[in-house]
């Protein structure tokens, strides 16, 4: 079992920066990639980041290419994604996933541990 547990949520105008942090327990030697997504009210759940601890390759989403930027600690229980230059349309309810298989995936479905969601919320 791996449990999720994401922590830096809050609100920010627009162009400021956060950074939110997922802390991973349990068997976490199953958690071989780690990944953000992010749902905002009426939208699908939608890709933001992942990093592949195997050789700390990281993955982002066209929206986000440039602005965010996701990492992780040395013991690869932790996972960070710094968000500079936040625009209104990245608030979202920030969620950190855990997938067991060795590659990435952009989808919800391929990532088996979930955090519970932190609230990103950014004003106009």
């Known amino acids: 079992q791996v449990q999720l547990v994401e922590s830096g949520g809050g609100v920010v105008q627009a162009g400021g920066s956060l950074r939110l942090s997922c802390a991973a327990s349990?068997?976490?030697?199953?958690?071989?990639?780690m990944a953000w997504f992010r749902q905002a009210p009426g939208k699908e759940r939608e890709f933001v980041a992942a990093?592949?601890?195997?050789?700390?390759?990281?993955y982002y989403a066209d929206s986000v290419k440039g602005r965010f930027a996701i990492s992780g600690d040395n013991a690869k229980t932790t996972v960070f994604l710094q968000m500079n230059s936040l625009q209104p349309e990245d608030t979202a309810v920030y969620y950190c996933?855990?997938?067991?298989?060795?590659?990435?995936?952009?989808?919800?479905?391929?990532?088996?541990?979930w955090g519970q969601g932190t609230q990103v919320t950014v004003s106009s």
């Open positions: 349990g068997r976490t030697f199953s958690n071989n990639v």
């Open positions: 996933a855990g997938r067991n298989g060795m590659g990435y995936g952009v989808k919800p479905y391929q990532y088996e541990h």
């Open positions: 990093i592949t601890w195997r050789n700390n390759s990281t």
